[in-house]
């Protein structure tokens, strides 16, 4: 045993667990603190009780949050049609915009534009000239329902959004692959089939995770147009019961699905991270 | 006739002329070795010939046959070239013996069951039999570059080249990529390389080429292009590159 070492511990080893036990103690003082003065002084404002009684009151929470509940089916119906046309559509512009031949020249010039467009106006804009202009024309049942035309504008922005990511994905795969590839005789599609896209796809899992989280947002968009969603459902709460609650509750069954999925893509991008080391 | 034969093969990138009017013949089961400083136009060359590069000028030959027309198909030429890779640039969201079945399947349309046997074969002629599930991060730097010797070899390709294959390499691993080429060398395989390995190149080539700023300096065979280089530009290259 070298000199270093007593009771088992190098001297590493030693100053490294006291100086973790040293931040783990400065750590939940400072978070002890910040709490209780949050606990201490919110209630002390003078519209403290008014807020209480307006957003955190307990009898609108629990008689709204059922109905929250079912509204928020729809979201999950809507954002669970949507995401994977968005998938199809944008990882189909993302080709388009890589196509190399004059013949597709036309299909590069649309998918640029496509972008373009559609990234460069707000979601919702793009919902209501989508969701109110389609239906205007005069379109039989069932083509006159918000919750296709709502879907449609929210496929059409997220596609140029995801094909974009997509686009970055390609562009992340090595150029030696391709020429390994082109040399065991590949064609130009067979190496973007086999070789390119499911390496690109596999490096942007992360980021569109994150798309898919905006995307689950973002559905509450097409409360403006007409669908009863959780939004707009907490809407009518707060109409009948002149109170602001059922928005909390709104937000706390957003948070319950945005959180475990904001946590789950970060461990992706970490893991990712790390293999690329 | 020389099974690969280059005449005048000119490529230039923007103003820089990487080869310079190279001629070089391959004949059939010969081992050829170019040799040079980096930068002298060896990989670009070998890209050249593999269509991977197009030509400004001259003409490439592959059993008589020019490749290098201007608007010719590029794919069914590849796919009679094998290449190797400095960087092994295996496909690494595919196991070994997947890397080695791509190719003939969708090149020349078989089934895996189709290949298996003789694909695996390969893989256990060069010590790689339990290494065939792996996926290449799971492969030493050697056994990765042995797995793209085997995905090139997969196609049955009339010519091989290898490009500064063992570069990459630690040097204890260099050697089981060079027993490789010996073995293939044992069977006919027309090669040409591009290498830095001047041990190997002496031992092992039929021919040996100098190449400097794109054009071939001197060539012959490695007892007298190593032995006795007659030109001052090789003697340089030589007193530096071998001591």
């Known amino acids: ?277 | 006739m020389a099974k690969l034969a280059l005449r005048g093969v000119v490529k230039r990138f923007g103003d820089a002329t990487v080869c310079d009017g190279i001629d070089l013949d391959v004949d059939a089961g010969q081992m050829v070795c170019l040799i040079g400083a980096s930068g002298a136009g060896k990989s670009t060359l070998l890209r050249c010939i593999n269509l991977l590069e197009p030509i400004e000028d001259g003409e490439i030959r592959l059993d008589g046959e020019d490749i290098s027309v201007p608007g010719l198909d590029p794919h069914p030429v590849r796919a009679r070239i094998g290449m190797v890779f400095q960087n092994f640039n295996l496909f690494p969201h595919m196991t070994a013996i997947e890397n080695a079945m791509l190719a003939p399947r969708r090149v020349h349309n078989k089934t895996r069951d189709d290949v298996r046997d003789e694909i695996e074969a390969l893989f256990t002629r060069f010590g790689l039999a339990d290494r065939m599930q792996n996926y290449p991060d799971q492969l030493s730097g050697g056994q990765q570059q042995r797995v793209a010797i085997v995905r090139a070899l997969a196609m049955r390709p009339d010519v091989m080249l290898f490009d500064e294959i063992t570069s990459a390499l630690d040097p204890q691993l260099v050697g089981e990529v060079l027993d490789v080429l010996l073995a293939l060398k044992a069977e006919g395989m027309t090669m040409l390389l591009a290498t830095h390995e001047m041990g190997f190149a002496r031992e092992a080539a039929d021919k040996v080429c100098f190449l400097k700023d794109g054009k071939v300096i001197e060539e012959g065979p490695p007892a007298q292009l190593f032995d006795a280089p007659q030109h001052p530009e090789t003697q340089r290259f030589l007193a530096r590159a071998v001591k």
């Open chain 1, 1 to 277: 045993m070298r000199g270093t070492r007593a009771a088992g511990l190098t001297r590493r080893e030693k100053y490294d667990a006291a100086q973790r036990r040293r931040s783990l103690l400065i750590a939940a003082t400072s978070t002890a603190l910040v709490l209780a003065a949050l606990i201490v002084f919110i209630p002390m404002a003078p519209g403290w009780e008014k807020v209480q009684s307006s957003f955190f009151n307990g009898a609108v929470l629990a008689k709204s949050f059922p109905k929250l509940l079912d509204a928020f089916l729809v979201n999950v119906m809507i954002f669970a049609w949507s995401a994977p046309l968005i998938a199809l559509l944008g990882l189909a512009i993302a080709l388009a915009r890589d196509a190399k031949s004059p013949a597709l020249f036309p299909l590069r010039l649309f998918g640029a534009a496509f972008t373009d467009i559609f990234r460069g106006v707000p979601v919702i804009l793009t919902v209501y000239l989508i969701g109110f202009g389609i239906p205007g024309l005069g379109l039989p049942r069932p083509w006159n329902s918000p919750y296709i035309w709502g879907s449609l504008a929210l496929i059409l922005t997220y596609s140029a959004y995801v094909a974009e990511i997509f686009r970055s994905g390609i562009d992340s795969v090595h150029h030696s692959q391709r020429a390994a590839a082109l040399s065991l005789g590949l064609s130009e599609r067979q190496v973007m089939r086999d070789v390119v896209l499911p390496q690109a796809v596999r490096n942007v899992v992360p980021s569109q995770m994150n798309m898919l989280i905006a995307l689950q947002k973002d559905v509450s968009l097409l409360s403006f147009i007409g669908p009863v969603e959780i939004f707009r459902q907490a809407g009518v709460f707060k109409s009948l019961l002149a109170n602001f609650t059922p928005y909390v509750g709104a937000a706390l069954i957003f948070l319950a699905v945005t959180i475990p999925a904001t946590r789950y893509a970060d461990y992706l991008m970490a893991k990712q991270s790390q293999a690329r080391r």
